[in-house]
Antibody, heavy 124, light 106 residues
Framework: QLQLQESGPGLVKPSETLSLTCTVSGGSIRTSSYYWVWIRQPPGKGLEWIGSVYYTGSTSYNPSLKSRVAISIDTSKNQFSLKLTSVTAADTAVYYC????????????????WGQGTLVSVSS | SYELTQPPSVSVSPGQTASITCSGDKLGDKNVCWYQQKPGQSPVLVIYQNIKRPSGIPERFSGSNSGNTATLTISGTQAMDEADYYCQAWDNNSYVFGTGTKVTVL
């Protein structure tokens, strides 16, 4: 059974960089069949896609966050990571890592496995 | 940017049918999926590509999509279906989630 587990600091100071890692177990991250994704959810609010990474290192980002986001992948460790720079209180959220099957039809994608999520608070 | 609008809340009696709508411009031309999220838990995919159910999702969950509205239908709603539900689609190289609907089973 595939499992995804987020890890990283639960508290980040304003203007600093938020860094999280997702460790995947029960399957290899080095596959052409899936993309690896970060999604966040502010407390009491809805879901927001942050970005995705392919095993080749190719990335795509939410245009609203693109200037501050970097997602990378380490296939040797079966992990992928998120960095979000210049954080503010608005970046306080539960951050989820997830998996997206690579589909043959663009726009038909979905997120089929999710980690348990990790709460990151931005506060001084 | 593209927006998906859902009613904030839907109430349903046990055993009855709950319908949750998701509205967006020409949404019927897109593929829509739906997620269930219970308090303190991660979202779970319940419908993908408009009408398909992942393995392990009960048959009482079904989806449709036409015009500007996608609908998630829960037939024979059970107490365990009480949760928040989010629709999701892809537009302009970005994944967009709906505003979310809280389903209450009274």
């Amino acid at each position: 059974q595939l499992q995804l587990q987020e890890s990283g600091p639960g508290l980040v100071k304003p203007s600093e960089t938020l860094s999280l890692t997702c460790t995947v177990s029960g399957g290899s991250i080095r596959t052409s069949s899936y993309y690896w994704v970060w999604i966040r959810q502010p407390p009491g609010k809805g879901l927001e896609w942050i970005g995705s990474v392919y095993y080749t290192g190719s990335t795509s980002y939410n245009p609203s966050l693109k200037s501050r986001v970097a997602i990378s992948i380490d296939t040797s460790k079966n992990q992928f990571s998120l960095k979000l720079t210049s954080v503010t209180a608005a970046d306080t959220a539960v951050y989820y890592c997830s998996r997206r099957p690579a589909t043959s039809v663009a726009g038909s994608e979905y997120f089929d496995y999710w980690g348990q999520g990790t709460l990151v608070s931005v506060s001084s | 940017s593209y927006e998906l609008t859902q009613p904030p809340s839907v109430s349903v009696s046990p055993g009855q049918t709950a319908s949750i709508t998701c509205s967006g411009d020409k949404l019927g031309d897109k593929n829509v999926c739906w997620y269930q999220q219970k308090p303190g838990q991660s979202p779970v995919l319940v419908i993908y590509q408009n009408i398909k159910r992942p393995s392990g999702i009960p048959e009482r969950f079904s989806g449709s999509n036409s015009g500007n509205t996608a609908t998630l239908t829960i037939s024979g709603t059970q107490a365990m279906d009480e949760a928040d539900y989010y629709c999701q689609a892809w537009d302009n190289n970005s994944y967009v989630f709906g505003t979310g609907t809280k389903v209450t089973v009274l």
